[in-house]
T-cell receptor, first 114, second 115 residues
């Protein structure tokens, strides 16, 4: 196990609602990255937080937002949910926000939007 | 544009056979990093190996080995003497120096190992 935890494990929402997903990083890691994985596809980078600041962002609309806390845990918030937001959301922690750092993933949150 | 290509969608083998997974990447960086991750049915991505662009030495770690060739932009991964527990989706990923820690994943290759 990586020591990265995510909650909840599963979630069902309806279109237009808002959702918050949570991630606790591995001990000693100060960076959290979030990925969206649609069924049958590879994970897509959403954004990364390094020491409570957004360190980079992928091609996701502003209704995807995040937060990192002083203990380096993190939240992913998605507003105005759409059907296409149904996916597995993965968070990963790493030692620092540098290229090449190995990222260790949590078990993911499966979100279903109806 | 897709920067990591895994052309094999699914590979089926019988236990004890070797499995080689292909990965082709595209980057303009001189320094970059390549990874292989395994995703079993539970969904969690499990880190397997990491290589940087300056180290083309191919290695073996247990039943895993990899073949990194910069000349062909390939980073292939082999499982020797496959076992049923190796059944999973395997992802190749690229990290470029100008993209912080962003991992760019391929579409994955489903490996099915039957007894």
């Amino acid at each position: 196990e990586t020591g990265v935890t995510q909650s909840p494990t599963h979630l069902i929402k309806t279109r237009g609602q808002q959702v918050t997903l949570r991630c606790s990083s591995q001990s000693g890691h100060n960076t959290v990255s979030w990925y969206q994985q649609a069924l049958g596809q590879g994970p897509q980078f959403i954004f990364q937080y390094y020491r409570e600041e957004e360190n980079g962002r992928g091609n996701f609309p502003p209704r995807f937002s995040g937060l990192q806390f002083p203990n380096y845990s993190s939240e992913l918030n998605v507003n105005a949910l759409e059907l296409d937001d149904s996916a597995l959301y993965l968070c990963a922690s790493s030692l620092g926000g540098l290229a090449g750092e190995t990222q260790y993933f949590g078990p993911g949150t499966r979100l279903l939007v109806l | 544009a897709q920067k990591v290509t895994q052309a094999q969608t699914e590979i089926s083998v019988v236990e004890k056979e070797d499995v080689t997974l292909d990965c082709v990447y595209e980057t303009r960086d001189t320094t970059y990093y390549l990874f292989w991750y395994k995703q079993p049915p539970s969904g969690e991505l499990v880190f397997l190996i990491r290589r940087n662009s300056f180290d083309e030495q191919n290695e073996i770690s247990g039943r895993y080995s990899w073949n990194f060739q910069k000349s062909t932009s390939s980073f292939n991964f082999t499982i020797t003497a496959s076992q049923v527990v190796d059944s999973a989706v395997y992802f190749c990923a690229l990290s470029e120096t100008d993209s912080w820690g962003k991992l760019q994943f391929g579409a994955g290759t489903q490996v099915v190992v039957t007894p």
